[in-house]
T-cell receptor
Framework: AQSVSQHNHHVILSEAASLELGCNYSYGGTVNLFWYVQYPGQHLQLLLKYFSGDPLVKGIKGFEAEFIKSKFSFNLRKPSVQWSDTAEYFC??????????FGTGTRLQVFP | SAVISQKPSRDICQRGTSLTIQCQVD?????MFWYRQQPGQSLTLIAT?????????ESGFVIDKFPISRPNLTFSTLTVSNMSPEDSSIYLC???????????FGSGTRLTVV
């Protein structure tokens, strides 16, 4: 079945550690890819998006993601996390439509 | 990007009743969507709210249970009908002018059915 998978459900890191959150999708053809973040008590916000071109995309707050077509992946990275990055992170795919299909989310906890 | 106001922010309802959730956008948008986020799970798309016509529902969601209105380019409502405890969830409105700009999300309506 077509889906978006985030294998890390809960990640715990210390400040300054590096972060990589996995996202894989099973849709064929052209896809547009997104990462959204939901800070505690706040609404979902767009971190970054990929439509075409350079597969390494940079977003807000020092986040970046790499699209690897052969692996159907769009992993999110940050070289050094901060306590304020504590949030839930959602990968989303738009399989050649206007709709967004979300992954299950990854809860990130960063400890000082 | 658009700013979305969603009301109510939370409610506790009796089973068998209905609740209408409102979504107001501060600018005209092309696309409006309704999502459900059940406890511990991801966002599931319920339907696309189409301006001036019937909503487009995703598999597993039907108009009789989740009637949606969108009378203009800035406003939509979602009704959760004949509620049961299984409908307890967070319901989210999303809107935007197209994927290229990303979609904005409301703060959600936390519904508890008792």
């Amino acid at each position: 079945a077509q889906s978006v998978s985030q294998h890390n459900h809960h990640v715990i890191l210390s400040e300054a550690a590096s972060l990589e959150l996995g996202c894989n999708y099973s849709y064929g053809g052209t896809v547009n890819l997104f990462w959204y973040v939901q800070y505690p008590g706040q609404h979902l916000q767009l971190l970054l998006k990929y439509f075409s071109g350079d597969p390494l995309v940079k977003g807000i707050k020092g986040f970046e993601a790499e699209f690897i077509k052969s692996k159907f992946s769009f992993n999110l990275r940050k070289p050094s996390v901060q306590w304020s990055d504590t949030a839930e992170y959602f990968c989303a795919v738009s399989p050649n439509t206007d709709k967004l299909i979300f992954g299950t989310g990854t809860r990130l906890q960063v400890f000082p | 990007s658009a700013v979305i106001s969603q009301k109510p922010s939370r409610d506790i309802c009796q089973r068998g009743t209905s609740l209408t959730i409102q979504c107001q956008v501060d600018s005209q948008v092309t696309m409006m969507f309704w999502y459900r986020q059940q406890p511990g799970q991801s966002l599931t798309l319920i339907a696309t709210a189409n301006q001036g016509s019937e909503a487009t529902y995703e598999s597993g969601f039907v108009i009789d249970k989740f009637p949606i209105s969108r009378p203009n380019l800035t406003f939509s409502t979602l009704t959760v009908s004949n509620m049961s405890p299984e409908d307890s969830s967070i319901y989210l409105c999303s809107a935007g002018t197209g994927l290229g700009n990303g979609y904005t999300f409301g703060s959600g309506t936390r519904l508890t059915v008792v």
